[in-house]
């Protein structure tokens, strides 16, 4: 063949595919008018879409697609504005939202009434010491060792002060009590307390006994306060009647005082 046949084709085929070139990005010039129709019909159909469809993110890199930042609100769609708030202002609040909460009082006052109802509860419904004082603690110490000296009940606890004389180094002082008459009972165990008392004979040791806050009407709470130590174990309950806190119904017009003996 000759030489100007060969150019000739050449030319030709240059054209072909510049051709073919043009004819395919028509086609996906076709294509992508399709897609972002087909998208905007949908977007139109439905503006609950999210605000970065794959559609518009199919061209773009994953470098730049990661660099672009935007503000969408719950239905996908760009934020109008943007209020910045300062901790210093005071809150603007909707005259409906100030109207509906004062149309309340009702239901604040019934929550008034159940808590001066508990309150009063309380206040009438308490243990009582159903014993003696006890007298000469001073006395009944060196005979029995142990001894109760004083008792404090208020709505949730009793405390009260042991005294023990004993020449022991290690003992255990605590209280002994049920309620449920003696059906099982619990040990709690009691503290050295410091004594600043001229003449005190002994050593003193206080204790606490949680008690329910409400009690059926004639129930009580036995108690009894132990020694142990290497010379033996040692008991005081009142004689062996013991140490008993009846619960009452008081009637609401009596003042609530604890009781305490000293």
Known sequence: MS?????????????????????EGDLEDEVDASRLEKFMRDRRRAQSLPAYPAELLAGVSESEGRKRVKFADSMGLNLASVKHFSTLEDPQIPSKVLSRHKSFPPQQELLNDLCQSFKTSLDTDRLVCSFPEPQDPGQRVQQLRVCLEKVTITQFDVRGQIRVFTSCTFKEVGVRYTFNNWLSHVDAQALPVAVDQPGFVGE?????VYTPPFMDPGSAVHFAVYLKCEEGEFWDNNGGQDYTLRYLCMPSTAPFVSAAFT
């Open 204 to 208: 003193r040791f206080g204790f606490t």
């Open 3 to 23: 030489r100007s046949y060969l150019q000739g084709r050449r030319v030709e085929n240059g054209l072909e595919e510049e051709e073919e070139e043009d004819e």
